[in-house]
């Protein structure tokens, strides 16, 4: 059908969270702290599921920028994390770069805090350097609402894809028709809490339903 | 004159509306359900009206995303269900791919649940088969003002053209001056519950200026 | 139990819907027209249903200010119109007041347009009168948001209860436990669309639990 | 009918509009500076028709605080300029106090920069000297919406009645059958530009019709 | 020193949590299901560590309003569930009202799924019946912003103390020199992400400044 | 110096205001039908100071769309009307495009309601047949925010360049050293009316200085 | 003239400054981090240069809620800072009650974070130990709008007298009449930055009058 | 690594700071006076430090627009101020691009008021002038959010680089493994006052961290 040819291949794919730590966090003013750590924690469980690479690295973490959200690691124990040496850029730090080639993967699937750095600026190296660059958009975080669409427009004017963490979600599994569709189902319901409660109570009119027969 | 050289043009165009379902609706947070619902509605009566193809899919409507709203098929008698085997991405089934190709025609224009995925992914894919493509923003739905932005930049980077509904109705008739033109006003009055009453003001001016002739 | 003193008694109330005009609803910046109309064709259907005089009337309707909405008197077919002779203060017009008082009723649960000058003033009037008198703030409409602000302020100042359609609908109907039930649960489904969908999900996740027995 | 019991006497009515200076407005935030000096100028152009006294006032206009609108004076000659000595409060100053007090009138419509110091001061101070005191939150402007929202509960508290224009407007004219009603729906359109253009389709619509028939 | 003479007893208090159902859940517009769905967790922690009732009600959670959030009864295993006959207003279920009498309280401490109605019915009654009655506006829901200021006023109008849920919080506990300091500690992260991501840093600082030493 | 290479000239230059009609500013929702209003004069205005020519259109002004704002005329008495034979998309219109073409100049400003129709579509139009096209975001209007985010990159994909009134007011003037400083300098008055206040503010504290010398 | 009587009178006030602290400034929602320390700042200088007292206090600087911010005794070097033991209200500490009583004066002028509880318990306590009580609404900040408006409505329910930062500064100085005159302009700058703007634009239109003489 | 390819080379950077000016904030509605001259000053330490060229220009500063705001010289001492000759685009003006050109650098960082006019004109012609070309979005303002998106729009279709402060800040350092590392942290925490406040919470946490050691 063609369907899927403009898509990301989960198996050429590679997660990696930048710079997701509780310091910088109160800088975030283009979304709530809890939407962003809920979304990272989406991607987070979206690739140990779908067994997708992941990545991480802080920025200066024993200083003021603080730790690393212990999240990422816990629902995905497979993530590598990589010290940085000071670098702003992660780009900059060799042993970033070099974790991410010995992956083999040429999709980089991106977000941080802040986006207009922390993500923006390896998205637009790796751009350059030949990577298909994934800016996720909603597990980022940034300064201003006016700092998102700033950093949008230059993502964009760089070569990025800018996408939202559900529209990951449903890019990786693709379709429904697999084994892990229930897992799927609730990471949904991280994205979308609405779609939680659209998924109990669906439990629960069937249950009814069921019981009155 | 040239007029419309840059425009659609209706008689290359079928309108697929993508996974306009219940439980979709309750996670869309960029625009009300009640005027979602009211957009894609208008679509439905612009389609039967100008004798456009209606092509319609859902996403696991027995499951927790829910049934299709029924006044597309209500108000679009001629739409075409196609039902898909658990594909997130319209364009990934078959069935589907098949009922668009065989209508003949390469002007898309696409609605649905979420913008970012029901229509961005097939829209993408689309556009890459050589089809032009059109996406109505506010006839889809989805988690975040911050998704629609991203989304609308995804879908531009990727050659789509984005719309909005009073758009689509001014791009499809085209001229007022055409026996359809009464129904064309009502249309105008779902996009903009302000113009319904507009029309009302008119309507009772008019009548009082003629009962005090 | 004590259930309901602070409450109102449905069999000792009116509503009162003060002018509901095509051309007044330009004017309207704290709540769109779609929602405004919609939640005034409610408490029509709501009178109806339960069998509570409505009287209406309107301000100047053959000038500018435009045609009443023609829904109420369609879903309230009881409803009383009374013509006023230019008062802006429906408590200034005596035909307006005797049919008032005529209902024998001393609870009026008011809306209009604008909620400042046609619902504010006879309200603050007829609570001096002695009436127990309701303001529906969402089935009206003014000019801003402070406008709003500022006379659900004057409203309470004055001895007026200030409530939102929702309320009013349960606070007349007051148990799921009667007859009009499914057609009060649609009246919910106006006052909020995501209700509607809801009541859409739940009936056909129940059809699937049957079909799946 | 009881009608206007709780409503304002236009003939025991004066208007104090307040320290309404250009170098004041640039630190308004609850309203626009446009918006802020349209209602002011309506409450000028109202007094005018309907014969009623206005007083103004000014603080320190020779320095940054700015020069008093002009617009004020010239549709309103008949007001009343009072120059105070460095009070903030304009209820400290003497002969602000004895012009108001020679008027003979009791209902004072308060306006003015800032509502929470310029209105709100002589606001609270009047009512305690035993005015009936209405405070015009849209004709009155302050350093931010949450500012609007703190002063109008303390005006509340003190006894003030907090309105709008629109809402002066009406309860100051009352009824259309008067032989100003077409100047009065001219002001109509100052506080709403959507009905000024309301007005226009009316009027073009009416000559259609006469034109047709 | 007085202190307290105005807040409640935490030994006189009831928390009566009132459907909190995952359909009702779809309707509310003033705040994130996330948050609604987190302040009332947190109140239900919070009985539980603190050793305070927990009354819990459901209007028709076999029907379309969906079942009860399961969270309250997860963390607080103590809360008694009263089923309802069909009452919208819990205060006209006798076996609610008998429970509630049974704690030989006097403060009710309310929230619910809608403000305007599920909390404001029965907290407007209990009020007149002489309870003393808190309403927290944060961990209940409402159609719309427009409702829940609307319902604000009315709560107040009735005597009713409006409360968010971090205020509960700390009227509760009073003092972080008792055992349960670190518990309450995360509670406040419940209703402040950003506090949790405090913490975080401090900890995290405090590690750093002692391995460095 | 270069200065200006970028930027269009003003002896090339028409003014195309299209559709400013009573009836569709009602269903304006991206910007206040005031703030529409008064930037469209400012064009007006501007295009009279400079000489430039001006090229007004209606859509069915004797239907609900209603009559043609009469300010463009009244400032810009210079302006042509071309009237329509029901074409939504002036482009469409040969008597307009002639009189475009008429002009011998190449670069077009466009303003209109709506943005995503009546300016989108000539401007596409336009683009495609050779022409410099600029489309005045904020002297035109669309129904929603949405509409204007969605058409501004509509219009960008297909190479028109958008500005705002104030960007068109600079750009056409470039310099403050020429004779019409003074009304130019009214002009941003429009745009702005805090920049009005900052001109009031200006000439008395010269005034002040001078008197005090 | 009954000038101020329904004023404070600074001889008989003193400032209460509660819990500006760094870690609880992260929570806050309702104001900006940089408003509300400005606004602190200003109330801290006022006091100084009018010589009022001002008591602080901080609630577990050592833990979590962070450091005081040290603006407040670094521009109010005469404020008096006491120690709490744990106690959330400030009034349930036996030396911070002995402080304010050891003032000999009756009027306190309270801001803190949280608005909701570090404000409006010792603001309740103290208005029902006989205290003219003021909050300081945007000297203050909380988790949420919501909180905020909330918070209004119990303060106000409890007697207390809401005001903003601006009008405080007007309350206490009420004339420029007086030698602080340009320290109490400085500021008005704080409150407003628009404000300061204006004062250097008028210092430097001055100076081109007098250069131009 | 290939970090950094697509970044910026502070070595060949220079700053320009248009049109900063008292009068001009006035207008600006897409962010406060107060974040946008803590941006610019922000810029103006960042050169300082740096040792980066900062050129300096005004738009008729001794005329309404006002004086150029002081913080820049004060902060940037080393900042060249190059007066026009009334015109508005400064590249249109001899001595500009003459002192630009002189630096030898071809990376040019603008800022200033308008975004639209007085940062984009400049841009749009030295992008075509062969320079490398980055707008700082909030070190600028418009007279409207609309026109800070219209100009985003706009500057990226002319190849125009948009950032936000923060990202200038990092891109210019780009490790935080440099002497200049305090000086530097100092800077984010203007970018983002909450930073400020996480600076001094993990100070407090680390001196409490070492004396209960």
């Known amino acids: 059908t063609g369907g899927g040819a403009?898509?990301?291949?989960?198996?050429?794919?590679?997660?990696?969270?930048?710079?997701?730590?509780?310091?910088?966090?109160?800088?975030?003013?283009?979304?709530?702290?809890?939407?962003?750590?809920?979304?990272?924690?989406?991607?987070?469980?979206?690739?140990?599921l779908m067994k997708i690479p992941v990545i991480t690295t802080a920025s200066e973490p024993n200083g003021t920028n603080?730790?690393?959200m212990p999240e990422i690691h816990e629902f995905a124990p497979h993530a590598v994390y990589v010290a940085r040496k000071g670098e702003v850029n992660a780009w900059d730090n060799e042993d970033f770069v070099k974790t991410v080639r010995a992956t083999g993967r040429k999709t980089l699937i991106m977000a941080g805090v802040w986006t207009s750095v922390c993500v923006a600026f390896p998205a637009l190296d790796a751009k350059l350097a030949g990577y298909n660059v994934y800016a996720v958009m909603d597990a980022s975080g940034d300064v201003s609402e006016m700092a998102n669409r700033t950093t949008l427009a230059r993502l964009v004017q760089g070569g990025g894809v800018p996408v939202t963490t559900n529209a990951v979600l449903s890019e990786v599994h693709r379709t429904?028709?697999?084994?892990?569709?229930?897992?799927?189902?609730?990471?949904?319901?991280?994205?979308?809490?609405?779609?939680?409660?659209?998924?109990?109570?669906?439990?629960k009119a069937q249950e009814v339903a069921r019981q009155s027969n």
Request: charged share 20%.
């Open 176 to 203: 429904w028709n697999r084994p892990e569709a229930r897992e799927i189902g609730e990471l949904y319901g991280h994205v979308s809490p609405n779609y939680a409660a659209v998924v109990e109570s669906y439990g």
């Open 66 to 68: 603080g730790p690393l």
């Open 6 to 48: 403009a898509l990301l291949d989960p198996s050429d794919t590679v997660f990696l969270l930048l710079d997701h730590q509780a310091g910088l966090f109160q800088t975030v003013k283009d979304i709530t702290v809890a939407e962003l750590r809920s979304n990272t924690v989406t991607l987070a469980k979206l690739a140990t």
